[in-house]
């Protein structure tokens, strides 16, 4: 385990931060033209919402991929000593 394995990690984040924020605009859009009310309308703002739940986590997540790795390090660093 390496620093360099962090690499992959963030730009995966960065796309799925991405990703989440143009997905949420495209939704909060599609959101405007249903009715009040309505099962399109429930469902869409049931959809903005999971993804903002989502989004919330992904701090956390990368915190613990980080983690890992700086463990990862640390143990590799006294096992070879």
Same mark, same amino acid.
């Not at 143009?22 to 429930?42: I, K, P, R």
């Not at 989502?54 to 390090?73: C, K, Y």
């Given at each position: ?17 991405? /990703?989440?924020?143009? =997905?949420?605009? $495209? ?5 405007? @033209?249903?009715?009040?009310? #309505? ?18 986590? /992904?701090?956390?997540? =990368?915190?613990? $991929? ?5 463990? @990862?390090?640390?143990?590799? #660093?006294?096992?070879?000593?």
């Amino acid at each position: 385990m390496d620093l360099g394995d962090l690499f992959p990690a963030v730009v995966t984040f960065v796309a799925i931060g991405v /990703l989440l924020s143009f =997905g949420l605009n $495209v939704q909060g859009t599609a959101d405007d @033209g249903f009715a009040a009310n #309505s099962y399109e309308a429930n469902a869409s703002r049931s959809a903005i919402q999971a993804n903002n739940n989502l989004a919330s986590n /992904l701090p956390i997540l =990368g915190t613990i $991929v980080i983690a890992a790795v700086v463990i @990862g390090v640390l143990i590799k #660093s006294f096992v070879l000593r």
